[in-house]
């Protein structure tokens, strides 16, 4: 079941930093790529991929090269820059703090999943 949209705006642009610290992806790997690793949780079209990779592109934490494919067609591939390096470690501890927090008042009980 995908989350709450307000929940998605932290959430989505994390977890695209995190799956470009493997390696850089163009923008349809990413839509799949994120709604495979968390089961669908973080589901999200390429309508509202797009303008967040522009947003982060714009902010310096990833940046984009154009390049023609073996089929010929042109994909924009993006990777991780070393200011998103820094910002993804910064925000990893930030949702660990909350996952602890939420775990603290009991609104994740691991013994649920």
Do not use: C, F, H
């Not at 079941?1 to 610290?21: H, S, T």
């Not at 089929?71 to 949702?95: F, I, P, Q, S």
């Amino acid at each position: 079941m995908p989350i709450e949209r307000e929940l998605m705006r932290g959430a989505g642009p994390v977890a695209v930093l995190q799956l470009l610290e493997y390696g850089e992806m163009y923008g349809y790997q990413l839509v799949e790529a994120v709604s495979r690793k968390t089961d669908g949780v973080l589901a999200m079209g390429q309508s509202t991929l797009y303008p967040l990779l522009y947003n982060l592109e714009a902010k310096g934490l990833i940046s984009g090269t154009w390049r023609t494919s073996e089929a010929g067609r042109k994909r924009k591939y993006y990777a991780l820059t070393t200011k998103g390096a820094g910002y993804l470690g910064e925000r990893r501890k930030d949702w660990r703090e909350l996952i602890g927090a939420m775990e603290g008042l009991g609104l994740m009980d691991p013994k649920e999943g």
